[in-house]
Nanobody, 121 residues
């Protein structure tokens, strides 16, 4: 059973930095895309940043120039470096992966449990 486990959330002052990490493990799989979503209180979950096969990277407009996503294929991991954090970045950040697996259901969307990032003003 594939699992995504996040780490690195916490409390930071506005203008500060945090790095989130996510590792995929369990079973045999290949990664089509892996990245980060977030959900703020009372709001819908939204894409933050994602990296896809072929080196394609997409960022939400709200984080461009401040956040950087990176991927370590050898470790089946993805990272999110968050700089110049703002109070509006406060949210639960979820790791997401689109995987192909060798066992049923042979792939699909996988989510981590989330890690809370709180940015104080």
């Amino acid at each position: 059973q594939v699992q995504l486990v996040e780490s690195g959330g916490g409390l930071v002052q506005a203008g500060g930095s945090l790095q989130l990490s996510c590792a995929a493990s369990g079973g045999t799989f290949s990664i089509n895309a892996i990245g980060w979503y977030r959900q703020a209180p009372g709001k819908q979950r939204e894409l933050v940043a994602i990296t896809r096969d072929g080196g394609i990277i997409n960022y939400a407009d709200a984080v461009k120039g401040r956040f950087t996503i990176s991927r370590d294929n050898a470790k089946n991991s993805v990272y999110l470096q968050m700089n110049s954090l703002r109070p509006e970045d406060t949210a639960v950040y979820y790791c997401y992966a689109d995987l192909n697996t060798v066992t049923p259901p042979y792939g699909g969307d996988y989510w981590g449990k989330g890690t809370l990032v709180t940015v104080s003003s």
